[in-house]
Structures are given as structure tokens and as C-alpha cells.
């Protein structure tokens, strides 16, 4: 089984330090002292690094000298997404740019007023793509698991000022699926990570580079359970100040054999998955081996 455990790395002393440079003199100067940060998980994260050069030279195809560098760029990548999520959701003052592809689609979710499924991964930057959906003006429920350690996560809220979204935490009880069910039953927007799982979740499998991987079954069923809208969301940074957003166009999955619905729905979210990891795939932030069985 995957050995992803739902958490997340990093202390509170070194968040406390990024947000004092971030207040006090920017995105950019965070940027700086986060080269040297990355360079030590580079240097001493073997395991992930391993995972990581593996993945640049057997799924994207690169030579061994370029995937070994692009080790190092996927960690700065993933500590600029971290620095970005608490610029923009604390609104420290900042001069991000966004391109919207797609915010029709989920303004057409919307109108239709029967709810909505938004499923993304761990491509780009899921927490801007989140904050982004305030432009709707609807109730959106972020469905994630709580892997922040609890004094860190205390702190992140503390500097993060009041959400607009609703997290639903995901949570061994599975008490989280009924939430879930009620959201949309109120014909609310629920967002969901469908590319992880812990040991002990339902999976299926589907072609993902080249090879059969797992994926989680849950976002899936929802999808063939409630008929409602779905669409596959990501946000992508594309320079250092700039974001794209990007929502595919809408579809609902109302077979009658739910099974073909699930399929269908996860054969189409693999494939815009796979198309968002090859145009961006310094960007996709996995750090075990997806395609263990």
C-alpha cells in the first residue's frame, strides 16, 4: 500500500520565521531564504528525493542528470506554494496575478442550483484554487484531511483571519460523509482531493502514466451517488507573482449502473489529472510511490 499518511512536514518555528519576512518585506526575500531551506531537504530528504527522481525519469521521461536537478526544483516548488497560501489567505499585501480559464463552468454549476462536485490533486497550488472560489459568492466545503500537527495547525489559524469556505475534516468515523451529504443535499459546491488515500480506503485502479495506479474510490462514488455537477479544478503557478486557474467543463454522471458511472468519472479526471501533471510537472507534490500496489 502507499505509505502517504495524510501529514504534513514543517514546525511552527519556521513558519512563525517565513511569516515575519513576509510581513515585513515580501514574497520575494521569503524566496530567498526558502533556496537555502530547500537545499537541506534536498540534500537529506533521501526517500522522497528518491520517489521524486523516479517519477522525472520514468513517468515524465527525463535524462538522469536533469531529473536529479529537478528534484531540488520540485521542493522549492512546493515551499513557494506553502509561502503563497499564507500571503494570499492572511492577506498580507502582494502583487499575485491570476488568469481564470474556466470560471464559467463553475458560475454554470452554480446557476444550476443542484450542488456541485469539484475534484482536484495535489498539482499546483490546492489552497489558492480554494480561496479562489470566494469570486462565486456560494457556500464551497474544502473536504481534507487533518494533517497538520495540532499546534501548527492552531497557528496557521491564528494568522489566517476568518474562511469563507467550511472545512470538513476527514475523519476515521467517516461521521465526514455525512457532511458531505448534506452540503450538497443544500446544493452547496463541495471541493475534494481525489489522487490520495491512507491504508485502509477503498481503492480502484487506472492507467496514470503509463501504469496502473490507485486511486481513492469515495470522490467518485459521490459523484455516481448524487448526479450532481462536476468539474476538475486546479490552480497552476505559471511565474513567480502569477497564478492560472483552470475548471473543466461541467458533467454529470447519471448512469444507471453506478459502476459505469465510476468508471467514467475516474477515467476522465485521470486523464485531465495526467495532462495537468505533464504541462506542469515540477508542480505535482508526491512524495511516495503512487503506482504501488
Known amino acids: 500500500m502507499p505509505l502517504w499518511q495524510g501529514k504534513s512536514r514543517g514546525n511552527k518555528l519556521g513558519y512563525r520565521i517565513f511569516v515575519s519576512i513576509l510581513k515585513t518585506w515580501g514574497v520575494i526575500p521569503a524566496y530567498f531564504l526558502l533556496r537555502f531551506v530547500t537545499l537541506y531537504f534536498f540534500l537529506f530528504s533521501y526517500k522522497s528525493?528518491?520517489?521524486?527522481?523516479?517519477?522525472f525519469q520514468r513517468r515524465i521521461g527525463y535524462g538522469r542528470i536533469k531529473s536529479f536537478f529537478k528534484i531540488y526544483s520540485n521542493y522549492y516548488q512546493l515551499g513557494?506554494?506553502?509561502i503563497d497560501k499564507v500571503v494570499i489567505m492572511s492577506d498580507i499585501p502582494n502583487r499575485f496575478s491570476f488568469d481564470f480559464d474556466g470560471e464559467d463552468n463553475l458560475r454554470s454549476i452554480v446557476d444550476l442550483q443542484q450542488g456541485g462536485l469539484l475534484l482536484s490533486a495535489h498539482i499546483g497550488n490546492w489552497e489558492i484554487a480554494g480561496h479562489l472560489l470566494e469570486r462565486l459568492h456560494t457556500p464551497v466545503n474544502i473536504v481534507m484531511f487533518d494533517g497538520e500537527h495540532q499546534k501548527l495547525k492552531e497557528y496557521f489559524d491564528s494568522i489566517m483571519g476568518k474562511k469563507?469556505?467550511?472545512i470538513i475534516v476527514i475523519k476515521d468515523d467517516i461521521s465526514h460523509i455525512y457532511e458531505i451529504s448534506e452540503a450538497l443535499k443544500n446544493k452547496e459546491l463541495v471541493c475534494i482531493h481525489a489522487d490520495r488515500f491512507v491504508e485502509g480506503n477503498k481503492t480502484v485502479g487506472v492507467k496514470f502514466l503509463g501504469e496502473k495506479a490507485?486511486?481513492?474510490?469515495?470522490?467518485?462514488?459521490?459523484?455516481?451517488?448524487f448526479k450532481v455537477p462536476v468539474s476538475f479544478v486546479f490552480a497552476?503557478?505559471?511565474s513567480s507573482l502569477h497564478y492560472h486557474f483552470f475548471a473543466s467543463p461541467i458533467k454529470q454522471y447519471n448512469q444507471a449502473d453506478k459502476n459505469a458511472g465510476l468508471t467514467e468519472v475516474l477515467s476522465d479526471f485521470s486523464a485531465e489529472m495526467e495532462k495537468k501533471v505533464r504541462e506542469y510537472p515540477e508542480q505535482w507534490y508526491n512524495y511516495y510511490n503512487f503506482w504501488q500496489q
Open 164 to 166: 469563507n469556505a467550511k
Open 236 to 238: 497552476l503557478k505559471e
Open 214 to 225: 490507485l486511486f481513492p474510490v469515495g470522490p467518485f462514488i459521490l459523484a455516481t451517488t
Open 49 to 55: 528525493s528518491a520517489i521524486i527522481f523516479d517519477y
Open 80 to 82: 513557494q506554494s506553502v
